[in-house]
């Protein structure tokens, strides 16, 4: 079956500076990934998400990269700002329904 | 438009006893699918209704169902609680468009075993 991981459990980042966080998923059959944001107390929030036909995607301060041939996604964060800090899952569909496999998450801290 | 509601929020129950958790999909949404959130598992998907049929299941004991009603709105049940069955209990619904299949989730519920 799939599995989805994050390559850091934690990461802290100074205000301003850019965040990188990485995930590695491994069914190459996979079509549809999207990450989520998660703040403490509430349900995963929607940032963006990319289809499998795409190697970028840019939202408002996000952009999200896929590299197909490692089987690789990461989010990038610009000008990290301290509502930020939150744990950041991936996420991909399978192409077989409208089930998701999510990676235990990585934690961001924004230092002010 | 109302976003997904979940009741109830916060439960404690001792092992042995059954629990029944409600979502409320967002109006006009189909789709509901039932998460296990726990610190060491992270998120993990139990089961999804579309139109009161289960159209997906995780690998979870058949302790655990589901139902959907004819409003969308979705009961999941827990039989004979285990101390490892403490955790997040999150639904989430979609609209299952052609263009994106995103999911919105609500705020959990808490369950927790004693």
């Known amino acids: 079956g799939e599995s989805v991981g994050l390559h850091l459990p934690t990461l802290s980042v100074q205000e301003g500076d850019n965040s990188i966080i990485n995930c590695a998923y491994s069914?190459?059959?996979?079509?549809?990934f999207i990450w989520y944001k998660q703040e403490s107390g509430k349900g995963p929030q929607f940032i963006i998400d990319?289809?499998?036909?795409?190697d970028k995607r840019q939202g408002q301060r996000v952009t999200v990269l896929l590299n197909k041939t490692v089987k690789h996604l990461s989010l990038q964060i610009a000008a990290t700002q301290p509502g930020d800090s939150a744990v950041y899952f991936c996420?991909?569909?399978?192409?077989?329904?409208?089930?998701?496999?999510f990676g235990t998450g990585t934690s961001l801290t924004v230092i002010p | 438009k109302a976003g997904v509601t979940q009741t109830p929020r916060y439960l404690i129950k001792t092992r042995g006893q059954q629990v029944t958790l409600s979502c409320s999909p967002i109006?006009?949404?189909?789709?509901v699918s039932w998460y296990q959130q726990t610190p060491g598992q992270g998120l993990q998907f139990l089961f999804e209704?579309?139109?009161?049929?289960?159209?997906n299941k995780g690998n979870f004991p058949g302790r655990f169902s589901g139902r959907q009603f004819s409003n969308s709105r979705s009961e999941m049940n827990v039989s004979t609680l285990e101390l490892g069955d403490s955790a997040l209990y999150l639904c989430?619904?979609?609209?299952?468009?052609?263009?994106?299949?995103?999911?919105?989730f609500g705020p959990g519920t808490r369950l927790l075993v004693l």
């Open positions: 989430a619904s979609s609209f299952v468009g052609q263009v994106s299949t995103s999911q919105y």
């Open positions: 990319i289809r499998s036909n795409m």
């Open positions: 209704y579309f139109s009161e049929t289960q159209r």
């Open positions: 996420a991909e569909m399978s192409n077989t329904g409208n089930q998701f496999y």
């Open positions: 069914n190459s059959a996979s079509d549809y």
């Open positions: 109006s006009g949404h189909r789709s």
